[in-house]
Antibody, heavy 120, light 113 residues
Framework: EVQLLESGGGLVQPGGSLRLSCAAS????????MSWVRQAPGKGLQWVSG????????YYTDSVKGRFTISRDNSKNTLYLQMNSLRAEDTAVYYC?????????????WGQGTLVTVSS | DIVMTQSPDSLAVSLGERATINCKSS????????????LAWYQQKPGQPPKLLIY???TRESGVPDRFSGSGSGTDFTLTISSLQAEDVAVYYC?????????FGQGTKLEIK
C-alpha cells in the first residue's frame, strides 16, 4: 500500500525557514517523480515544485523560485522541501504527491498534508 | 503558465441527476505526437487530500465508479457525473500536466439540491 507522510510544518515568522519532509513507502520511490502541491486555507490547489526520480530535473512555480529547494534521498525514500524567506502568502497545507507516470506531474497518491503558517 | 478556468464555481444538483463541470485551458493541452490530452480531474472532500478521478481527459482511474466520465479535447473539457450520489459532494479540480509547470483550475463546489 502506497503511503506518503508529510512532516515539518508549523508556525514561522515572515522571513523564516522551514524544512518539510515526506516519507514514502509501498512503491519503488526512486522510479517516480514527486511533487509538492499546496493549498492555502479555503483556496484551490497550486503545484509548487517537482523532482524526477534521479533528481536530474527539478521545476518550481515562479512564486517560489530562489526561495524554495526541492530534493530527495532515495536511500531513505524521503522527499524534502526547504523553504526560506517565507512570506504570509506561503501559508498553506503542503501535500507531497506521487506521479502516476514518472515525469508526468499527474498525481495518483497524495499525503494528508502538513500545515505551514507564516505569521508574526 | 497555462491558465485553467472552471465553470461554474458552484453547482447544486438533485440526487440521481446529472452534474456537469466544465474546464477551459488558455492553450491547447493536446500533444499532437501521441494524440493525448494532458488533462486530469480530481475530487477533494473536506479535510482530505485530492483524489485522482480521470486522466488523459477521459481515462478513469482504477476504482473510480463509472458514473464519472471525462470528455473534451484541445482546450475544452467536461467532467460528467451521470447520476449524483450523496458521496459525490466535494470540490472538483481540473489540472493540466502538459507543461512542466502544472496548473489547476480554481475548483467547482458540488452540492446536493
Amino acid at each position: 500500500e502506497v503511503q506518503l507522510l508529510e512532516s515539518g510544518g508549523g508556525l514561522v515568522q515572515p522571513g523564516g525557514s522551514l524544512r518539510l519532509s515526506c516519507a514514502a513507502s509501498g512503491f519503488t520511490f526512486s522510479n517516480y517523480a514527486m511533487s509538492w502541491v499546496r493549498q492555502a486555507p479555503g483556496k484551490g490547489l497550486q503545484w509548487v515544485s517537482g523532482i524526477t526520480g534521479s533528481s536530474n530535473k527539478i521545476y518550481y512555480t515562479d512564486s517560489v523560485k530562489g526561495r524554495f529547494t526541492i530534493s530527495r534521498d532515495n536511500s531513505k525514500n524521503t522527499l524534502y522541501l526547504q523553504m526560506n524567506s517565507l512570506r504570509a502568502e506561503d501559508t498553506a497545507v503542503y501535500y507531497c504527491a506521487k506521479d502516476l507516470l514518472s515525469g508526468s506531474y499527474l498525481f495518483d497518491y497524495w499525503g494528508q498534508g502538513t500545515l505551514v503558517t507564516v505569521s508574526s | 503558465d497555462i491558465v485553467m478556468t472552471q465553470s461554474p464555481d458552484s453547482l447544486a444538483v438533485s440526487l440521481g441527476e446529472r452534474a456537469t463541470i466544465n474546464c477551459k485551458s488558455s492553450q491547447s493541452v493536446l500533444y499532437n505526437s501521441n494524440s493525448k490530452n494532458y488533462l486530469a480531474w480530481y475530487q477533494q472532500k473536506p479535510g482530505q487530500p485530492p483524489k485522482l478521478l480521470i486522466y488523459w481527459a477521459s481515462t478513469r482511474e482504477s476504482g473510480v465508479p463509472d458514473r464519472f466520465s471525462g470528455s473534451g479535447s484541445g482546450t475544452d473539457f467536461t467532467l460528467t457525473i451521470s447520476s449524483l450520489q450523496a458521496e459525490d459532494v466535494a470540490v472538483y479540480y481540473c489540472q493540466q500536466y502538459y507543461s512542466t509547470s502544472s496548473t489547476f483550475g480554481q475548483g467547482t463546489k458540488l452540492e446536493i439540491k
